[in-house]
């Protein structure tokens, strides 16, 4: 029977959250930790060992998964004054797994590789949301050397219906960049035309009616649908991350690119600024029909 590794989740919002139900559920000896910390409460009755610091959940693990919502973060996690890269054991894994730019990846990938060589550093952040998280059905967007890191094969199963893998360490994040710009448009493009359908008489359920069957009924646009329909926004994807991925994409392309995603970006800051940011993404409608 293979040994499974011991694994600490450092981050325990929705995702991670998540990720660390799915390893409890499969057996996997899980750490987590959370700067609030009951959030990992309902974890920690479930079997999880819920830890005080990021270091005292990385101690000894095989497998640390950071799962915190920008590079600052991430850095302070792993390579602070209080970070857990000093304390790792030798050959352990780190899986950078949120969603924190090319160029903070790239710097934390340098840092491991400068100051601890013996540890090996993944870049693996994911394609999905909440639900999907919870059902282990994202995909894993991973880079680094994979053959030092075949102990995260287990994990990425549990966690994931399959994993992609894009070659040297900030692959992953860079082919992230270009999902979550193409997310961003599709619920931009969404909201748009439901828009165009109100002011044409039509509801969003005669626009699923011609869609579905086709090869536009995409299930994500279904589901923001029904969002819609129903008016309730509980976020499978808050829209003030949404704003913070579309703008390091736009940061990752250079100036005068993605004039699409530019002006996306100056709407969906509008709405944040109106106070939609904690909703989901699908709020977008509802602010289009209010202001614009």
Known sequence: MKILPVVAVLG?????????????????????????????????????????????????????????????????????????????????????MGTIGSDATDRLSRQVEQSRPDVVFLDAPVSGTKTPAENAQITVLASGDRQRAAAIEPVFSAIAKGTKWFGPAGGGSRM???????????????????????????????????????????PYVKNKLEMIKSDNYEPQMQLIWALKDANLALDAAGADRLPGLRTTAAIWQQAVDAGLGELDIAVVYRYLCEHQ
């Not at 920690?44 to 600052?72: F, K, N, W, Y």
């Not at 710009?181 to 009616?209: C, H, K, N, Y």
């Open 176 to 218: 992230k960049l270009v999902v979550n710009a193409w997310l961003i448009a599709m619920v931009q493009g969404m909201s748009e035309s439901l828009q165009l359908a109100r002011e044409l008489g039509f509801t969003p359920t005669d626009f699923w009616d011609v869609l579905e069957g086709g090869p536009l009924a995409a």
């Open 12 to 96: 325990l919002g929705a995702m991670g959250h998540a990720f660390a139900a799915n390893l409890v559920k499969k057996g996997f000896t899980v750490r987590g930790w959370n700067r609030t910390r009951q959030r990992g409460e309902d974890l920690a009755a479930e079997g999880m060992t819920l830890c005080d610091t990021p270091r005292q959940a990385a101690s000894h693990a095989q497998v640390i998964i950071v799962m915190l919502p920008d590079g600052a973060c991430a850095a302070d996690v792993i390579s602070g004054p209080e970070g857990v890269l000093d304390i790792l054991d030798s050959g352990a894994i780190i899986a950078q």
